[in-house]
């Protein structure tokens, strides 16, 4: 089974700033099978990205992933008021299907 | 638009089991696998399976075989996850969603959610 290992824990930010989180695995994540999660509290989870790049349908451009192989990154460029909360990363390759601890950004 | 919702929230004693239903409309219910999560209070995300409601087919996290089954009635597009033999760290929030792509383990979107809680 790949672990994931989300960091930092905790992410102390501003409004307008940059929030770079971090999901490291534990072995290679075949063919970039790497997605991310949004969860805001007393909500289900939403699908942010795919594919480690690909955005979902109506997320905006501010949101992007990067990475391959044990090392993949969220990028929010400039946090907005809603976009406080914990993300997830998820990995779906063919070691079945496995999530990060989570990173929390909260407000600073 | 897309919509999944789960049948609400259950207590149930040590030692029995639990059926959450989970309603498709939106889409064609036989054309993308449906996963189960689940999610202590205050914890991350955990992977059960899935099932293809076309098939039936099924396949569980090593976690939760013997344990877990998912099932199906496509006459009415609803997905079940039923677990037995509850234990109280089986007390979580477990969510529905459905496959992005028919079979691609990427999900989205979610059901609301179904609280479950295991105490004597």
């Known amino acids: 089974e790949i672990v994931l290992t989300q960091s930092p824990g905790t992410l102390s930010l501003s409004p307008g700033e940059r929030a770079t989180l971090s999901c490291r695995a534990s072995?290679?994540?075949?063919?970039?099978?790497l997605a991310w999660y949004q969860q805001k509290p007393g909500q289900a989870p939403r699908l942010l990205i795919y594919?480690?790049?690909s955005r979902a349908t109506g997320i905006p451009d501010r949101f992007s992933g990067s990475g391959s192989g044990t090392d993949f990154t969220l990028t929010i460029s400039r946090l907005e008021p809603e976009d406080f909360a914990v993300y997830y990363c998820?990995?779906?390759?063919?070691?079945?299907?496995?999530f990060g601890g989570g990173t929390k950004v909260e407000i600073k | 638009q897309v919509q999944l919702v789960q049948s609400g929230a259950e207590v149930k004693k040590p030692g029995a089991s639990v059926k959450v239903s989970c309603k498709a409309s939106?889409?064609?219910?036989?054309?993308?696998?449906m996963h189960w999560v689940r999610q202590a209070p205050g914890q991350g995300l955990e992977w059960m399976g899935w099932?293809?409601?076309?098939?039936?087919?099924?396949n569980y996290a090593q976690k939760f075989q013997g344990r877990v089954t998912m099932t199906r009635d496509t006459s009415i597009s609803t997905a079940y996850m039923e677990l037995s033999r509850l234990r109280s760290d089986d007390t979580a929030v477990y969510y529905c969603?459905?496959?992005?792509?028919?079979?691609?383990?990427?999900?989205?979107?979610w059901g609301q959610g179904t609280l479950v809680t295991v105490s004597s």
């Open positions: 939106g889409y064609t219910f036989t054309g993308y696998y």
């Open positions: 072995q290679s994540v075949s063919s970039s099978y």
């Open positions: 998820q990995q779906y390759g063919s070691s079945g299907v496995t």
């Open positions: 594919g480690a790049s």
């Open positions: 099932i293809n409601p076309n098939s039936g087919g099924t």
């Open positions: 969603a459905k496959d992005l792509h028919d079979y691609s383990n990427v999900l989205d979107p």
